[in-house]
C-alpha cells in the first residue's frame, strides 16, 4: 500500500540534525523524495534545483534566514507549498512570515504526526495529493 505522499518531493531545511533526521524518516516512511538542507543556502539551492511540491523550513537558519529563504521560494511562479517551523512564539514573526506567502506556521515543538498532518493538508489543498480514502462509509 502506497504511503501518503508517495512520490512527493519535499525539502526539509532545518540546522537541528536530530530534527531534520526525524523529519525524513517519517517522510520517507510514507512514500515522499526528500532532500535536506541544514542552513538556508543549501535551502534555497535544494528548493531551485528539486522543484518540490513541499518546503518544510525552519526560522532560525545559519546562512541564510527561514524568512529570507521564504522570500526567495515564494518569488517565483509555480512556489511549493511552505511550511514555517519555529520555537518563537512572537506573533510579529508570524505576520511576517504570513505577509511573504507562508502557507503553515507551527510552533516547535511540533509533534511529528501533527507536522504530517499539516502537511497532508496542504497538499491536498493545492492539489499535490489526494484526499484519504474514508472506509467504512
Known amino acids: 500500500m502506497p504511503g501518503r505522499f508517495e512520490a512527493i518531493k519535499i525539502v526539509l531545511v532545518d540546522d537541528d540534525k536530530d530534527v531534520l533526521d526525524s523529519m ?3 517522510f520517507t ?3 515522499a523524495i526528500t532532500r535536506c538542507a541544514a ?3 543549501e535551502g534555497v539551492q ?3 534545483d528539486e522543484q518540490p511540491d513541499l518546503v518544510v523550513l525552519d526560522m532560525m537558519l545559519p546562512g541564510r534566514s527561514g524568512f529570507l529563504v521564504l522570500e526567495k521560494i515564494k518569488g517565483v511562479e509555480a512556489s511549493p ?4 517551523l519555529t520555537a518563537n512564539e512572537g506573533k ?3 505576520a511576517y512570515a504570513e505577509s511573504l506567502g507562508v ?6 515543538p511540533a509533534p511529528l504526526d501533527q507536522l ?3 502537511a497532508e493538508e496542504l497538499l491536498i489543498e493545492r492539489g499535490r495529493a489526494k484526499a484519504p480514502s474514508k472506509s467504512g462509509s
Open 103 to 108: 502557507d503553515r506556521y507551527i510552533l516547535k
Open 46 to 48: 535544494a528548493v531551485q
Open 116 to 118: 504530517m498532518r499539516v
Open 92 to 94: 510579529r514573526h508570524q
Open 39 to 41: 542552513d538556508g543556502n
Open 24 to 26: 525524513n524518516t517519517v
Open 29 to 31: 516512511a510514507e512514500g
Open 81 to 84: 507549498g511552505v511550511i514555517m
